[in-house]
């Protein structure tokens, strides 16, 4: 078997592993994190449970911790409270980036994870199974519940030969994207092997698996091997350390990439899937450098950086913002000097935190032209509608960094970089380790005014009679549905956080959306392509569930958001033929017959279009698991009905 069979099946609960099929598998540790965490805890509270049941659970803060105002600091207190009550860790704001810290502290080969956040993959570095999933879905798993996913294909990626000065994971990464897009991989896993994964070292692989996400894959996996064990070693976890490799070369199908072969990439705006090289832009002027995120924020990444400007300073026409992703990274590169050098160069030192990745800071001027070392650059993340952003490696940012404009880093690459014999530890912003899985039963939870109720969902009707609210292109992404940003603050405050849906895209969908439940009528988004692309943030299905979204009709849905749809009672419909997504304007007036029998039947539904006389297909592929949440009205409403 491989590395990915190895793990599923020794955690497979439920239904046959056969690619397609969906199965139960049991999770092993969950992680949340500030922007997810708050609703998942919501909804872990009204699932009545009185304790954490996985191995590990632990709530991160890491996303919306530049505190404009109330809400932030009152979801902060509240998630302490909540994690100190149920047997949750509690990582304070201040102490790192989700991914990273879980990577350096708590991460297992062979263990499972599923995070409500869309990089959890990450901990494929390790050698886990690490799946990004809707919070309703962590929070079953943190209960002990199962978590369900299609059996995947397995696709390896075979690495060879060696990178060459300059170059570093993110080019490997990209490279995967160039081949492989951003878009049709669902259902896949990524799984790599090869020589040269000697040549990578723990934060390398940890970069390639975080960035699957953008691929679509279900996760990315690395044998656990050598070098695995080296790491954790170096974390003083070396018990935590597990040999796991693959037979031999079973996969799906594979491909081959030789390391020596690459130049510097980047990804060009507005998606990762926009792969171009480095030296297409040579001498193109800059305007804005962002050094960091869960992709790039280890004391490797950190560390070459500051190599490469020891001595120099940033050119005066850019700004340079530098986000570490863990107290650990800070606390070396200080101890090390090099922290002194960074901000002797003339670079912003940031809050380990996301922050500019997710558009919560550090937004670009207008039309800036911005290298960002983090895994997304969808039109208007960064907060700024109007910049073009573009996904580099940490040698390509400081390379610029250094010109004011676009440059080989290979001209001025700095020695490579050794992981350290020992890793700084320094575990006292981890709260509760004490009382993990057991929590302290009477703990009162701590409400702001801005923290709200899961909306409950709605038996599926009979018939649907609704309107295409909105008519979406391809490639919507979970930011174009449900702006973050400064919107964030509004995530446990669903009704507020619903006026900003189709914020950008569709500025008068609230209104019209409103209107229609009002009226009785249910909501229709029609989409193009890969509807659903990004986070796995499931506000992007609650928050048109609160709007009176019954159904979604596109050419085609990611993985994690068709999952969040059907876990607030939103059925996930493709167009039968893709041509008929040009018979459907918006405001069409749609009917479906029979909505609740082709929902337990064959998925297939007929749809009216009132508007112009005409009818279509659509169809939905569901397993019997799926269908009942769906005719119940969602994930709570069958487990408050009995049928979950």
Not at 3 to 26: D, Y
Not at 106 to 122: N, Q, Y
Not at 142 to 168: D, E, F, N, Q
């Amino acid at each position: 078997m491989n590395v990915t069979e190895k793990i599923l099946r020794a955690h497979l609960l439920s239904g046959e592993p056969v690619a397609g099929n969906e199965v139960g598998i049991r999770i092993d540790q969950t992680l949340t994190q500030d922007a997810t965490g708050t609703m998942a805890c919501l909804q872990f509270e009204s699932m009545g449970i009185d304790r954490v049941r996985a191995e590990l659970a632990v709530s991160y803060v890491d996303h919306n911790t530049v505190q404009i105002g109330f809400e932030n600091a009152d979801d902060h207190d509240y998630l302490q409270s909540v994690a100190k009550r149920y047997g949750i860790v509690y990582s304070k704001p201040g102490n790192g980036i989700c991914h990273q810290l879980h990577l350096e502290r708590f991460g297992k080969p062979g263990k499972t994870l599923i995070g409500a956040d869309s990089h959890t993959p990450t901990g494929g570095g390790l050698g886990m199974v690490a799946i990004g999933a809707g919070g309703i879905d962590v929070a079953v798993a943190m209960g002990g519940g199962p978590y369900h996913i299609a059996w995947p294909k397995v696709v390896g990626i075979r690495l060879t030969g060696r990178l060459a000065p300059g170059l570093s994971a993110k080019d490997v990464i990209l490279a995967v994207l160039r081949r492989f897009g951003s878009k049709g991989n669902v259902g896949k896993v990524f799984e790599y092997y090869g020589p040269a994964l000697t040549t990578l070292d723990v934060p390398s692989r940890a970069t390639i698996a975080n960035m699957g996400a953008e691929l679509g894959v279900t996760t990315s996996v690395f044998p656990s091997d050598a070098i695995t064990r080296a790491f954790l070693k170096a974390q003083g976890r070396e018990e935590d350390w597990a040999p796991i490799e693959a037979d031999g070369e079973d996969y799906d199908e594979t491909w081959a990439l030789d390391l020596s072969t690459l130049e510097p990439l980047a990804a060009a705006p507005h998606n990762p899937g926009n792969i171009e090289t480095v030296a297409e832009h040579l001498g193109q002027r800059v305007n804005q450098i962002m050094i960091g995120s869960c992709t790039n924020s280890s004391y490797r990444d950190i560390k070459t950086v500051a190599l490469m400007l020891k001595g120099r300073h940033v050119h005066p026409d850019v700004e340079v913002g530098i986000a570490c992703g863990s107290k650990q990274v800070v606390r070396m590169l200080a101890d090390e000097g090099l922290l002194g050098d960074l901000i002797a160069a003339g670079c912003r030192i940031l809050e380990n935190a996301c922050g500019f990745c997710i558009g919560a800071h550090m937004s670009p001027a207008t039309n800036a032209v911005c290298l960002r070392t983090s895994n997304r650059n969808f039109e208007g993340r960064s907060g700024t509608q109007s910049a073009k952003v573009y996904l580099v490696s940490p040698e390509t940012a400081a390379a610029a960094a250094i010109a004011g404009a676009w440059a080989d880093p290979r001209t001025c690459a700095a020695p490579p970089v050794a992981m350290p014999e020992a890793f700084t530890i320094d575990d006292g912003m981890f709260l509760y380790r004490d009382t993990a899985g057991r929590g302290v039963p009477g703990t009162p939870i701590l409400r702001g005014p801005n923290i709200g109720q899961v909306p409950p969902g709605k038996p599926l009707p009979d018939a649907l009679d609704g309107v295409a609210t909105t008519k979406a292109g391809d490639k919507i992404t979970t930011d174009h549905i449900m702006p973050a940003g400064a919107r964030l603050k509004y995530r446990s405050n669903v009704p507020e956080y619903a006026k900003y849906v189709f914020e950008h895209t569709d500025p008068g969908f609230y209104r019209d959306a409103s209107a229609n439940r009002d009226a009785g009528k249910a909501n229709v988004i029609i989409a193009g392509e890969s509807y659903g692309q990004g986070s796995s943030r499931e506000h992007a299905a609650l928050c048109p569930m609160y709007l009176g979204v019954r159904a979604v009709i596109a050419k085609s849905i990611e993985r994690i958001h068709r999952a969040n749809l059907i876990n607030f009672g939103i059925v996930p419909f493709a167009f039968a033929d893709p041509a008929d997504y040009d018979r459907v304007s918006k405001g069409d007036a749609l009917r479906i017959e029979g909505l609740r029998e082709a929902i337990a039947g064959d998925g297939r539904a007929t749809v009216r279009n009132l508007s112009n006389n005409t009818t279509f297909d659509v169809t939905t592929t569901l397993s019997d698991r799926q269908k009942r949440l769906l005719l119940a009205g969602g994930l709570l409403a069958a487990v408050a009905s009995g049928q979950a």
